[in-house]
C-alpha cells in the first residue's frame, strides 16, 4: 500500500489525541472515521474540532467555506464494524493494556 491509496482513515479514541489526530487528517483532505464507544464522546470531539476550525479561521490559517467541508470529512461511529472500510487505522485509545489488547 502506498499513502498515494489512503483515502479513509479511521480514529479509534475520540478523547484529546484522538479528536486531534482526526482533525489533521480531515484538514489533509482525508475522509475520517472517527470511533469511540459512545456518541457523547463523539460529540465532543466533533464539537471540539469545530471550536479548532475557528480558532485556525480567526488566525487566517483557514478560509470559513472549508470549516463545512472538513467537518463533513469526520464521520463519527461506534460501530466497530464500519472499520473495515479504512485504509489507514490509527490507534488513540486510552492509555490501559486490556483495552489496547481488545482493540
Known amino acids: 500500500m ?3 491509496s489512503i483515502r479513509t482513515v479511521a480514529v479509534l479514541g475520540a478523547g484529546t489525541m484522538g479528536n486531534g489526530i482526526a482533525h489533521v487528517f480531515a484538514r489533509a483532505g482525508y ?3 472517527l470511533r469511540d464507544v459512545e456518541q457523547r ?3 465532543r470531539a466533533v464539537d471540539t474540532i469545530a ?3 475557528d480558532r485556525e479561521i480567526k488566525r487566517g490559517k483557514l478560509e470559513l467555506t472549508e ?3 472538513v467537518l ?3 464521520l463519527p461511529v461506534t460501530d466497530m464494524s ?3 472500510n479504512a485504509d489507514f487505522v490509527v490507534e488513540a485509545v ?3 493494556l486490556e483495552l489496547k489488547r481488545h482493540v
Open 72 to 74: 463533513e470529512r469526520v
Open 31 to 33: 475522509k475520517v472515521l
Open 82 to 84: 464500519t472499520l473495515a
Open 41 to 43: 464522546f463523539l460529540d
Open 94 to 96: 486510552p492509555e490501559k
Open 2 to 4: 502506498s499513502i498515494d
Open 51 to 53: 471550536q479548532n476550525l
Open 67 to 69: 470549516k463545512a467541508r
